[in-house]
């Protein structure tokens, strides 16, 4: 009996051992940069320098400081020359940096320059850069829950056919994807990109329509957030939560099998110390085994 229930034990434990395996291996890997290749020491260098370059100039632009900005515009244009694709950044991404470096510089050059043009190119320069630097946990993942409610208002609003105002909550969410196109376009695939466009065009000319087609403007933002969803990496239900750390799922995975292990001992010491491993038969006048 004893041995059948050590049996019994050793069994469950290597049923946990593959369940603990499997949620492991098939939980959803963390999303890795586009392209997964790493960086040159060289064009490290470079990107680290032009990640500096660029929060200077969102400080400088967020303090109103136009001419030091544009000297440091200048800075961040001769920087990008020097990235070059070599497997570690897509011709995409480095379009898409470049692109809009030239943007704010012909912004700041602008004679009708706004502070608020000024630092959403800024803006858009800091996270593109950020995004060269920090594949893992780029800056662009804060935007995920301002995103998210842009999509929720467009479709209450749509539903409830108030055309002005879902045509506004569009405008801003339109401008937070512009924020962070360039930065998208450095950590994930341009197809994944490529599909966001076209479902905010499509919403777009949804909106500006006579009249509200409810139905595929509510199909086109839900599959525009299930888009998000897996670009970020990310689900309604955490959207209130920190960004998850990639190496707490292994963590905690063997905290809770070091948890079940001990109560599976415990049990089987229990059951071995109430039931030692027989039965008293009473028959009539004799005991046996």
């Known amino acids: 009996m004893l041995f059948s229930s050590c049996k019994r034990i050793i069994g469950l434990l290597g049923a946990w051992a593959i369940f603990a395996s499997a949620a492991v291996g098939c939980g959803p ?3 890795e940069a ?21 929060e200077e100039l969102y400080k400088l632009s967020e303090q109103g400081k136009t001419t030091e900005a544009r000297i440091e515009l200048e800075q961040l244009g001769e920087l990008a020359t020097k990235l070059t694709y070599d497997g570690s950044i897509t011709i995409e991404g480095l379009h898409a940096l470049t692109e809009t470096i030239t943007g704010a510089k012909k912004t700041y050059a602008s004679v009708s320059f706004s502070q608020d043009e ?3 190119a800024a803006a858009k320069i800091r996270l593109a850069a950020d995004a ?18 842009d999509l929720k208002r467009i479709e209450t609003n749509v539903a409830a056919r108030k055309k002005l105002e879902a045509l506004l909550d569009y405008n801003k969410l339109y401008r937070h994807m512009s924020t ?5 376009l450095i950590s994930r695939a341009p197809a994944e990109v490529e599909k966001l466009d076209s479902l905010l065009m499509f919403m777009r000319k949804g909106l500006a329509a ?3 087609d409810k139905t595929n403007l509510l199909q086109a933002s839900g599959e525009f957030g299930r888009t998000i969803d897996g670009i970020f990496g990310r689900s309604d239900r955490e959207a209130f939560l920190p960004l998850p750390d990639t190496q707490e799922p292994v963590f905690w995975s063997l905290v809770v099998g070091a948890f079940i292990i001990g109560v599976l001992l415990f049990a089987g010491w229990r059951m071995f ?5 027989y039965d008293t038969v009473r028959h009539k006048n004799r005991e046996g085994f």
């Not at 060269?132 to 409610?149: E, N």
């Open 29 to 31: 890997a963390p999303r």
């Open 132 to 149: 060269l630097t920090h594949r893992g946990q780029p800056m662009w993942l804060q935007y995920y829950k301002l995103i998210k409610d």
């Open 210 to 212: 006579p009249a509200l």
């Open 34 to 54: 586009v392209p997964a290749a790493s960086m040159t020491p060289v064009q490290m260098k470079t990107a680290e320098s032009l990640n500096e370059a660029a």
């Open 118 to 120: 000024g630092r959403f």
């Open 273 to 277: 110390r109430l039931k030692p491993g």
């Open 180 to 184: 962070i196109r360039p930065a998208l």
